[in-house]
């Protein structure tokens, strides 16, 4: 039901700006997280957002780097993500929930109900 989009192979320093669509009105309510997975590791905690507080959570690696808006009338949401490094290399994945997470819940997979097939981000010069 999500589809995540907008991977490239981008610079160091550069930016990108990965989408993640639905197919229904998943993103009104409940949280949307974005996790990466890069060759070899387990996959990994990006960003967080739950939408009735709009507050978020960041993981270390991306914290002042990356950030997650919403486009409600074109249920979409974005990961806006600058000043890459090659550490960002990883197929991206959105993910979201219709439950109402607490803050540190954000960071669980376990806690998402549906999930897009991921796109590619290379980072490299």
């Known amino acids: 039901q999500l589809q995540a989009s907008g991977g490239g192979l981008v610079q160091p320093g550069g930016s990108l700006r990965l989408s993640c669509s639905a197919s229904?009105?998943?993103?009104?309510?409940?949280?949307t997280g974005w996790f990466r997975q890069a060759p070899g590791k387990e996959r990994e905690f990006v960003v967080g957002?739950?939408?009735?507080?709009?507050?978020?959570a960041y993981g270390v690696a991306v914290k002042g780097r990356f950030t997650i808006s919403r486009d409600t009338a074109k249920n979409l949401v974005f990961l806006q993500m600058n000043s890459l490094k090659a550490e960002d290399t990883a197929i991206h994945f959105c993910?979201?929930?219709?439950?109402?997470?607490?803050?540190?819940?954000?960071?669980?997979?376990?806690?998402?109900?549906?999930w897009g097939q991921g796109t590619q981000v290379t980072v490299s010069s």
């Open positions: 993910a979201a929930t219709n439950s109402n997470l607490i803050l540190s819940s954000l960071r669980d997979e376990i806690r998402y109900d549906y």
């Open positions: 229904g009105r998943i993103f009104s309510s409940g949280a």
């Open positions: 957002i739950r939408w009735n507080s709009r507050t978020t």
